[in-house]
């Protein structure tokens, strides 16, 4: 589980007074992505209304860490996953937009709102469960204790990855339960695919490729790595894979148009043919570790207080490779380059990966 961390003391009485000006963040273009972004920083939940330059926290507290956002299909509520700072297990919080006060619905994590807004999956201790975020009624969804990442589609099904660290690959259920079917997983061996992302339409996919032999951060990957576990990816008929990004995190904007992918370095705003819309980059230490993105008004970020955060907007050069084939990777000693920020798309039938 994320590290949690205490607000830094100067972010922590900018909160408490109310008094800082807004954050200035870079304008998108004009015909941009629009909605509501909702983000977890190292410091807590952030929403932004696009186009737009403020970005505002959300209403948390110094004894706890709230991040993996989720918002429901309506955008009337927000979900996260709260975990107070060495007290106990984390939380599913849901809160009511605009003004809710947050309140605990089930003991988990990875929050994902069904299609009607009724219900949130969830990473449980005994697997993929739902709850009522009304009457908090409990389900059982698998029974996996290394079920992880549910996204709920538009036509009931959910998704979610199985394995330590995705090496079981991404695998689907029917909304009411039932046996979990593959859906992506790699034939390349130590490559996870985690962090399923439906489109709103239900209709296409977007996952992360991670090495399930390790941690990410602890051990840097050959040049190229990406390209290839991309290539190494395989899919189930009716499965259609939109994005794979490189270790980060894919949310689709509300009209399935664009998508919004996360690296621990910012924001990339991406069409669904790879065309760079903008980017949003952060100067934090760790840097953005989720994403929602909401096609209701900046009703989020109205209930945060405005800080004077500064976040920094890099647009370094970009650089495209297409991927090997799945054995083309030679044996022996391998060049290792930095932790590679990458995502990859389909282009005229072939996989493309774009580094930012």
Same mark, same amino acid.
């Given at each position: 589980?994320?590290g949690a ?5 100067w972010?922590?009485t900018? #909160?408490i /007074?109310?008094l800082?000006a807004?954050?200035? /963040?870079?304008a ?16 807590? #939940?952030?929403?932004?209304?696009? =186009? $737009? ?11 706890a860490?709230?991040?993996? &956002?989720? #918002?429901?299909? /309506? ?8 975990t107070?700072?060495?007290?106990g297990?984390?939380?599913?919080m ?10 605990q ?14 219900e949130?999956?969830y990473?449980?201790?005994? $697997?993929?469960?739902?709850v ?8 059982? #969804?698998?029974?996996?204790t290394?079920?992880?990442? =549910?996204?709920?589609a538009?036509g009931? $099904?959910v998704?979610?990855a199985?394995?330590a660290?995705?090496a ?10 039932g046996v979990?079917?593959?859906a ?9 695919v985690v962090r ?6 239900g209709?296409?996919l /977007? ?20 390209a ?14 939109a994005?794979?990004?490189c ?15 996360r690296s &621990?370095?910012?924001?990339?705003f991406?069409?669904?043919r ?11 230490s760790v ?8 096609g209701a008004p900046v ?11 500064p976040?920094?907007?890099?647009t ?6 297409? &991927?090997?084939?799945p054995?083309?990777?030679r044996?022996?000693p391998?060049?290792?380059?930095? &932790? ?10 072939k996989?493309?990966c774009?580094?930012?």
């Amino acid at each position: 589980m994320p590290g949690a961390r205490r607000l830094s003391g100067w972010i922590a009485t900018t #909160l408490i /007074a109310g008094l800082a000006a807004p954050v200035a /963040a870079p304008a998108l273009a004009a015909g941009g992505p629009t909605g509501t972004l909702v983000v977890a920083h190292e410091e807590g #939940l952030w929403a932004m209304g696009l =186009p $737009g330059r403020t970005l505002r926290a959300l209403p948390g507290t110094d004894e706890a860490v709230d991040e993996e &956002p989720a #918002l429901s299909p /309506a955008g009337d509520q927000l979900a996260f996953t709260r975990t107070s700072i060495g007290l106990g297990p984390a939380r599913i919080m849901v809160r009511a937009l605009p003004s809710g006060a947050a309140r605990q619905v089930a003991v988990g994590r990875t929050p994902a709102f069904a299609p009607s807004g009724a219900e949130v999956a969830y990473e449980g201790e005994g $697997g993929i469960r739902a709850v009522d975020v009304v009457t908090g009624a409990g389900r059982e #969804l698998t029974a996996g204790t290394a079920d992880r990442d =549910p996204a709920w589609a538009a036509g009931g $099904g959910v998704a979610f990855a199985r394995g330590a660290r995705g090496a079981d690959g991404v695998l689907t259920i029917p909304a009411a339960g039932g046996v979990p079917r593959r859906a992506v997983w790699s034939v390349r061996r130590g490559v996870g695919v985690v962090r399923p992302a439906w489109s709103p339409d239900g209709r296409r996919l /977007a996952v992360a490729v991670v090495d399930a032999r390790t941690e990410e951060a602890r051990r840097p990957r050959p040049a190229g790595w990406c390209a290839r576990s991309t290539s190494s990816l395989r899919t189930a008929p009716g499965i259609s894979l939109a994005f794979v990004a490189c270790g980060g995190r894919v949310a689709w904007s509300p009209d399935g148009r664009s998508a919004a992918v996360r690296s &621990p370095r910012g924001l990339a705003f991406l069409t669904s043919r790879g065309r760079r819309l903008g980017t949003i980059c952060d100067t934090g230490s760790v840097g953005v570790t989720g994403l929602a993105w909401g096609g209701a008004p900046v009703a989020a970020a109205a209930a945060g207080r405005e800080t004077d955060r500064p976040f920094r907007c890099e647009t370094p050069a970009t650089r495209r490779t297409t &991927p090997r084939r799945p054995g083309a990777m030679r044996d022996g000693p391998q060049h290792y380059a930095r &932790p590679q920020r990458q995502v990859c798309f389909r282009k005229r039938g072939k996989w493309v990966c774009v580094t930012y």
